[in-house]
């Protein structure tokens, strides 16, 4: 089942249109749990069939013009109060990008803009074109000319398409500090092509956010002799964003798409009011910075030594890089392991080579640099050769992209700061501020960060209860000690699910069945033949008389008993601890406590519950009298959960033994009162996956 949130995402909605929607009969959700609606998988994939096949009338509005022709507008790359995002809209919605020849109808858009761009007046009307009176020689732009032909590009093609076809027109206003050109291009842009690139365009907000970071009021004073580069500028909108005083000579940047820098060098020249077609030529260009400008004996601009004291910007994410690609930058990157290239991580790295000591680096990236296995190789090269000063938590920011992103912003260290600084205590000497929303806090307390993972996002008092949990004397792991099963993977669970029951099949769970201690049962039933799945672990897994079953996708840790030998599908995994001494619904109870939940986000900060995550949680040793004490609360929530109809005098005794269960948990972590009470303090929903 989908939420609202999640089924805006699928039909790049707001959540607020989405709500509307259902006020006006547009969306009809199936169901609510608790205040929040739901969706099937099956109405939200009909929905967007419905809308891409042109059946659904009613959602064809401008911002769900990508189920139509691929088209969208990126309304938050630039400023949410932008004079142009009417004029930006409209003639976006009006495109279609399988028209003939899209790349030149592209370019005479373009152009179209950066001309009103340039002239800064209103002289020009919807259909008073300004493209075609500059091609027909009735429009001088004096030293802008030379610019605006480089976007053009071949001027006899771009005549006869002009000459054959409509040319949709609309009035932009200059503004200053935003990039509307940008705004154009990567709206105008195929979908498809921004994915093979890499290209998640930067939300004017997460752009302001990080200048924010590296321009304080003494670098700005100190930024009038530094040297400052994108590596990968796109159409600029970083380097437009600058802040005012910061000399053009000091501004480079450089990306391999050609339009990107048309654009770039025409919004740098109308942002220093400097139409200098040679200067920038030379200051924005057309090179691969990863293969052109970390080489050790290389340089990325003629005439320029590899130094530069600020480098900015949201390099690629995943780009597709050939084979070929791929086995070069292994053999400059320690990053890139054969087919392992990440583009990020290499730009990251290839950023650090060209700094110089002391300098800043500061790029928009995803989360999972800091946590994830396969950019270890980056991490282990922060260690060694940098410090943190601003790291900063952004969650989900980019248009339809379901992945957390930070801002982070480092300081290579010299060679002596190199030889003094302990791999262990990196960033610590720089007391980094460290963001999440309105929150903030500097870190003070010497932290042992390892290349494992990179763990910022607790506070100094949090982690002091991190540390004293992990260091807890006598704590079990269930490493080495459980089995771990992966849920069944039918590879066609409409043919083989079924919503009723009959002699031949039997229940099957699924994550949502599940609840903290107990699940419900569904009907969703199973004709069970091992051999016919695509996945299945040893049928003995399933069949355990005692098992403990989680969610495999999930906000919340949530474990729930099964000795009902009860099958599973792949969102609801199976561990059957084998601790010595320590039994199932014990362990069952600490899986489930907030001080172990707390461990588990602060660490992890993971929507997936992995293997190796539960594996690392510290469980508290107990002789049989505390364990078989904290069973017997086990046992009785779990029997109150399942009463089906609950008065309310059940529901608070619910909660009462649940917080005593809890209180019982936390004491074996030997938390204080203090500490106890922060972690409560981070579980603001502590009713969530417990059956009321």
């Given at each position: 089942?989908?939420?609202?949130?999640?089924l805006?995402?699928?039909?790049?909605?707001?959540?607020?249109?989405?709500?509307?929607?259902?006020?006006?009969?547009?969306?009809?959700?199936?169901?609510?749990?608790?205040?929040?609606?739901?969706?099937?998988?099956a109405?939200?994939?009909?929905?967007?069939?419905?809308?891409?096949?042109?059946i659904?009338?009613?959602?064809?509005s401008?911002?769900?013009?990508?189920f139509?022709?691929?088209?969208?507008?990126?309304?938050?790359?630039v400023?949410?109060?932008?004079?142009?995002?009417?004029?930006a809209?409209?003639?976006?919605?009006?495109?279609?990008e399988?028209?003939?020849?899209?790349?030149?109808?592209?370019?005479?858009?373009?152009?179209?803009?950066?001309?009103?761009?340039?002239?800064?007046?209103?002289?020009f009307?919807?259909?008073?074109?300004?493209?075609?009176?500059?091609?027909?020689?009735?429009?001088?732009?004096?030293d802008?000319?030379?610019?605006?032909?480089?976007l053009?590009?071949?001027?006899?093609?771009?005549?006869?398409?002009?000459?054959?076809?409509?040319?949709?027109?609309?009035?932009?206003?200059?503004?200053?500090?935003?990039d509307?050109?940008?705004?154009?291009?990567?709206?105008?842009?195929?979908?498809?092509?921004?994915?093979?690139?890499?290209?998640?365009?930067?939300?004017?907000?997460?752009?302001?956010?990080?200048?924010?970071?590296?321009?304080?009021?003494?670098?700005?004073?100190?930024?009038?002799?530094?040297?400052?580069?994108?590596?990968?500028?796109?159409?600029?909108?970083?380097?437009?964003?600058?802040?005012?005083?910061?000399?053009?000579?000091?501004?480079?940047?450089?990306?391999?798409?050609?339009?990107?820098?048309?654009?770039?060098r025409?919004?740098?020249?109308?942002?220093?009011?400097?139409?200098?077609?040679?200067?920038?030529?030379?200051h924005?260009?057309?090179?691969n910075?990863?293969?052109?400008?970390?080489?050790?004996?290389g340089?990325?601009?003629d005439?320029?030594?590899?130094?530069?004291d600020?480098?900015?910007?949201?390099?690629p994410?995943g780009?597709?890089?050939s084979?070929?690609?791929?086995?070069?930058?292994?053999?400059?990157?320690?990053?890139?392991?054969?087919?392992?290239?990440?583009?990020?991580?290499?730009?990251?790295e290839?950023?650090?080579?060209i700094?110089?000591p002391?300098?800043?680096?500061?790029?928009?990236?995803?989360?999972?640099?800091?946590?994830?296995?396969?950019?270890?190789?980056?991490?282990?090269?922060?260690?060694?050769?940098?410090?943190l000063?601003?790291?900063e938590?952004?969650?989900?920011?980019?248009?339809?992209?379901?992945?957390?992103?930070?801002?982070?912003q480092?300081?290579?260290?010299?060679?002596?700061?190199?030889?003094?600084?302990?791999?262990?205590?990196?960033?610590?000497?720089?007391?980094?501020?460290i963001?999440?929303?309105?929150?903030?806090?500097?870190?003070?307390?010497?932290?042992?960060i390892?290349?494992?993972?990179?763990?910022?996002?607790?506070?100094d008092?949090?982690?002091?209860?991190l540390?004293?949990?992990?260091?807890?004397?006598?704590?079990?792991?269930?490493?080495?000690?459980?089995?771990?099963a992966?849920?069944?993977?039918?590879?066609?669970?409409?043919?083989?699910?079924?919503?009723?029951?009959?002699?031949?099949?039997?229940?099957?769970?699924?994550?949502?069945?599940?609840?903290?201690?107990?699940?419900?049962?569904?009907?969703?039933?199973?004709?069970?033949?091992?051999?016919?799945?695509?996945?299945c672990?040893?049928?003995?897994?399933?069949?355990?008389?005692?098992?403990?079953?989680?969610?495999?996708?999930?906000?919340?840790?949530?474990?729930?008993y099964?000795?009902?030998?009860?099958?599973?599908?792949n969102?609801?995994?199976?561990?059957?601890?084998?601790?010595?001494?320590?039994?199932?619904?014990?362990?069952?109870?600490?899986?489930?406590?907030?001080?172990?939940?707390?461990?588990?986000?602060?660490?992890y900060?993971?929507?997936?519950?992995?293997?190796s995550?539960?594996?690392?949680?510290?469980?508290?040793?107990?002789?049989?009298?505390?364990?078989?004490?904290?069973?017997?609360?086990?046992?009785?929530?779990?029997d109150?959960c399942?009463?089906?109809?609950?008065?309310?005098?059940?529901?608070?005794?619910?909660r009462?033994?649940y917080?005593?269960?809890d209180?019982?948990?936390?004491?074996?972590?030997?938390?204080?009162?203090?500490?106890?009470?922060?972690?409560?303090?981070?579980?603001?929903?502590?009713?969530?996956?417990?059956?009321?």
């Amino acid at each position: 089942m989908y939420t609202l949130t999640e089924l805006c995402r699928e039909l790049s909605i707001s959540p607020a249109t989405g709500r509307n929607w259902i006020k006006l009969g547009k969306l009809k959700p199936e169901g609510k749990k608790g205040s929040a609606y739901r969706f099937s998988d099956a109405y939200v994939e009909g929905l967007k069939a419905e809308l891409s096949n042109g059946i659904r009338s009613s959602l064809k509005s401008r911002r769900n013009k990508s189920f139509i022709s691929g088209n969208a507008l990126y309304n938050s790359y630039v400023s949410e109060n932008s004079k142009n995002i009417p004029s930006a809209g409209e003639l976006i919605a009006s495109l279609d990008e399988k028209a003939e020849d899209y790349n030149t109808l592209l370019r005479i858009l373009l152009s179209d803009c950066a001309i009103r761009m340039i002239k800064r007046d209103s002289l020009f009307s919807n259909d008073n074109s300004p493209i075609k009176e500059y091609l027909k020689g009735m429009l001088s732009l004096d030293d802008y000319a030379r610019f605006v032909d480089d976007l053009l590009g071949d001027r006899k093609e771009v005549m006869a398409y002009i000459e054959n076809h409509d040319i949709p027109s609309k009035a932009f206003v200059y503004e200053p500090g935003e990039d509307i050109l940008g705004l154009l291009y990567i709206s105008m842009k195929r979908l498809g092509s921004r994915k093979n690139t890499g290209s998640y365009y930067t939300p004017n907000k997460v752009i302001k956010r990080l200048l924010g970071h590296l321009f304080d009021i003494k670098t700005l004073t100190d930024g009038q002799s530094k040297r400052i580069l994108d590596p990968c500028c796109g159409t600029g909108n970083f380097l437009l964003q600058l802040p005012p005083g910061l000399p053009a000579e000091n501004i480079y940047g450089c990306d391999i798409d050609d339009i990107s820098i048309f654009l770039s060098r025409i919004n740098l020249a109308l942002k220093y009011d400097k139409p200098d077609y040679d200067f920038w030529n030379s200051h924005i260009i057309k090179k691969n910075f990863l293969l052109t400008g970390a080489e050790n004996n290389g340089s990325l601009f003629d005439n320029l030594d590899l130094s530069f004291d600020i480098v900015l910007g949201n390099p690629p994410w995943g780009y597709n890089f050939s084979q070929e690609e791929k086995t070069v930058l292994s053999q400059r990157y320690d990053s890139a392991s054969g087919n392992n290239a990440e583009s990020y991580d290499l730009f990251t790295e290839a950023a650090i080579r060209i700094l110089s000591p002391g300098g800043t680096l500061s790029f928009v990236l995803p989360e999972a640099i800091l946590n994830v296995k396969s950019h270890l190789p980056i991490r282990r090269i922060l260690l060694k050769k940098t410090a943190l000063s601003h790291l900063e938590y952004l969650g989900d920011v980019f248009d339809n992209v379901q992945c957390p992103s930070i801002i982070l912003q480092i300081s290579k260290l010299s060679e002596k700061e190199r030889e003094e600084s302990a791999a262990s205590t990196m960033f610590l000497s720089k007391r980094p501020a460290i963001y999440e929303g309105e929150e903030s806090y500097t870190i003070y307390t010497r932290r042992d960060i390892r290349e494992e993972v990179f763990d910022f996002f607790v506070p100094d008092n949090e982690y002091a209860i991190l540390e004293s949990m992990g260091e807890l004397p006598g704590a079990r792991f269930l490493k080495d000690n459980a089995i771990f099963a992966l849920g069944i993977v039918t590879g066609q669970n409409k043919d083989v699910l079924k919503s009723r029951k009959s002699p031949k099949n039997e229940i099957i769970l699924k994550g949502s069945d599940l609840y903290k201690y107990v699940y419900i049962k569904p009907k969703c039933y199973i004709s069970f033949d091992s051999k016919s799945y695509q996945q299945c672990a040893p049928t003995e897994y399933y069949r355990a008389p005692e098992k403990i079953l989680y969610r495999f996708i999930a906000n919340r840790l949530v474990f729930s008993y099964d000795n009902e030998q009860t099958l599973s599908l792949n969102s609801c995994n199976i561990v059957i601890p084998k601790l010595e001494g320590l039994k199932i619904k014990y362990v069952l109870a600490i899986l489930n406590c907030r001080a172990t939940e707390f461990f588990f986000r602060k660490k992890y900060r993971s929507v997936k519950i992995l293997r190796s995550h539960i594996e690392s949680l510290p469980i508290p040793n107990a002789d049989e009298r505390t364990q078989d004490e904290i069973i017997s609360l086990v046992d009785k929530i779990s029997d109150l959960c399942l009463i089906t109809k609950k008065s309310e005098e059940i529901k608070e005794e619910i909660r009462t033994t649940y917080e005593n269960l809890d209180k019982r948990c936390a004491a074996l972590y030997g938390l204080a009162s203090d500490d106890y009470q922060i972690i409560k303090n981070c579980f603001t929903d502590e009713g969530s996956f417990i059956i009321m």
